[in-house]
């Protein structure tokens, strides 16, 4: 069976600085996300791997070209509606973890998803229940300052998948950490796709991040060059 297509990008331009100074980053790229899978996006610094991202989860308008979204164009949409569509369906994590320091572990994941409208009660259990799902259900009371770089990384991650969202993306999540949080990561991010059914796209320089991918992008000077599907790669060998 075909897996459900989430996001579809085409011919996505983006271009930074004007006239003869202007530089192509990305340049009439197409591609596709689908959901229940791990994408890997790889290249070489610079080579325009967190601007795809943002422009295809509604960060950044493209100059040119057209992302379908969840059946939705979305850079057709209103800001209004386009914030509410990453509310509701896209989780985001980020290499800063981007936590708030005065906030526990819990409140962290709690007031994202009250922002979404649920009632404390829920908020609470659901956050409980995500911090829980990635090997924290003993830190959710600590603060920020009180975990290591790895279970803030965690926390994030629980924030996003609390959320319970349809697309998620991940812009470096594993650069900071050692290789055991590495792994940790890798392997929660596999299983959101797998148990959740989400589509998810990892901007990431980190190889220990390929063992875990179901495809990997390869961009470089702005252009998708190749793609492999690691899922099949593995069934023949």
Do not use: Y
């Not at 899978?37 to 295809?56: D, H, I, N, R, W």
């Not at 911090?131 to 009371?141: A, C, N, P, S, T």
């Amino acid at each position: 069976m075909t897996a459900q297509t989430c996001i579809e990008a085409t011919g996505l331009t983006k271009r930074f600085g004007d006239g003869a100074t202007a530089k192509t980053v990305i340049d009439g790229q197409d591609f596709a996300l689908h959901a229940g899978q791990l994408t890997l996006l790889m290249g070489p610094s610079g080579s325009g791997k967190s601007t795809l991202l943002a422009m295809v989860s509604g960060l950044l308008k493209p100059d040119d070209g057209k992302v379908i979204a969840l059946g939705e164009d979305l850079w057709s949409l209103s800001e209004a509606n386009r914030e509410k569509l990453r509310l509701a369906s896209v989780g985001f994590i980020f290499q800063g973890f981007n936590l708030f320091p005065a906030l526990s572990a819990r409140e962290n994941v709690q007031t994202v998803l009250e922002t979404m409208g649920l009632a404390p009660r829920e908020a609470i259990e659901r956050s409980i229940a995500a911090l829980e799902q990635v090997g924290l259900g003993d830190r959710v009371d600590l603060l920020p300052r009180q975990l290591s770089g790895g279970e803030k990384q965690r926390v994030a991650i629980a924030r996003a998948l609390a959320k319970q969202p349809r697309l998620l993306f991940a812009d470096e999540p594993t650069s900071a950490l050692d290789r055991a949080n590495g792994e940790r990561i890798a392997a929660l991010l596999r299983t959101a796709a797998h148990a959740t059914g989400a589509a998810v796209l990892c901007v990431t320089h980190d190889p220990r991040l390929k063992d875990h991918a179901d495809r990997q992008l390869w961009i470089e000077d702005g252009r998708i060059s190749s793609e492999t599907d690691a899922t099949r790669q593995d069934r023949r060998s």
